[in-house]
């Protein structure tokens, strides 16, 4: 199992703003587990959790989000104006063993 973190670290005052957007945003995407925000370490983080069975899979899933779906269209439509709300963002991808 692959577990991947983007982490996004906001501008000060943004982050449950862009959690909020996230949730609503990826509501019936199944590989997203998890939004969490802060509440100790570095301040003003945001971090997706999502699941993949393997690399590939995660590598395949871009493809649906490339994809002119109703889902998509309505993401894109909540995510506007998102870049504007963080300062910087990272992503990891861990391996389970």
Same mark, same amino acid.
Not at 70 to 85: F, I, L
């Given at each position: 199992?692959?577990?991947?973190?983007?982490?996004?670290?906001?501008?000060?005052?943004?982050?449950?703003?862009?959690?909020?957007?996230?949730?609503?945003?990826?509501? %019936? @995407?199944?590989?997203?587990?998890?939004?969490? =925000?802060?509440?100790? %370490? &570095?301040?003003?983080?945001?971090?997706? *959790?999502?699941?993949? /069975?393997?690399? =590939?899979? @995660? /590598? #395949?899933?871009?493809?649906? @989000? /490339?994809? !002119? =779906?109703?889902?998509?269209?309505?993401? #894109?439509? *909540?995510? &506007?104006? @998102?870049? !504007?709300?963080?300062? =910087? %963002?990272?992503?990891?991808?861990?391996?389970?063993?």
């Amino acid at each position: 199992m692959i577990i991947v973190h983007d982490i996004f670290v906001c501008k000060p005052g943004n982050a449950s703003k862009l959690a909020k957007k996230f949730k609503e945003a990826m509501t %019936g @995407y199944s590989e997203i587990k998890h939004i969490m =925000t802060d509440v100790t %370490g &570095q301040f003003n983080r945001v971090i997706l *959790v999502s699941e993949y /069975e393997s690399l =590939t899979t @995660y /590598e #395949q899933s871009w493809k649906k @989000y /490339e994809e !002119d =779906t109703e889902a998509n269209r309505k993401m #894109q439509e *909540v995510m &506007q104006g @998102y870049t !504007d709300m963080y300062l =910087t %963002g990272s992503r990891e991808i861990f391996k389970v063993w």
